[in-house]
Nanobody
Framework: QVQLVESGGGLVEPGGSLRLSCAAS????????MGWYRQAPGKQREFVAR???????NYLSSVKGRFTISRDNAKNTVYLQMNSLKPEDTAVYYC?????????WGQGTQVTVSS
């Protein structure tokens, strides 16, 4: 069983930045991949970014160049640096881990982009 705890959400003005953190209870080096998803009110959960065990990454097209996913194996933590935030980035952001062919989810952290 893998536990994921997100933090770092909050209220930010358009154009601002936030960094989300996801702390895992297991060694993230053993994860096939870890990622971030988001769900806005009235919408389905959507993929945002993923980092694979080999270090490669992929992103939702609308966040490319603004968001960066990274990891710190020593801290068992994955990060999502979000820059140039837009109101449409407002959502609950969830951390996801793919471990032994099974998905795990965190409880989510709210990100609100508003003036």
């Amino acid at each position: 069983q893998v536990q994921l705890v997100e933090s770092g959400g909050g209220l930010v003005e358009p154009g601002g930045s936030l960094r989300l953190s996801c702390a895992a209870s297991e060694n993230i080096f053993n994860m096939n991949s870890m990622g971030w998803y988001r769900q806005a009110p009235g919408k389905q959960r959507e993929f945002v970014a993923r980092i694979f065990s080999g270090g490669s990454t992929n992103y939702l097209s609308s966040v490319k160049g603004r968001f960066t996913i990274s990891r710190d194996n020593a801290k068992n933590t994955v990060y999502l640096q979000m820059n140039s935030l837009k109101p449409e980035d407002t959502a609950v952001y969830y951390c996801n881990a793919d471990f032994k062919a099974r998905p795990y989810w965190g409880q989510g952290t709210q990100v609100t982009v508003s003036s």
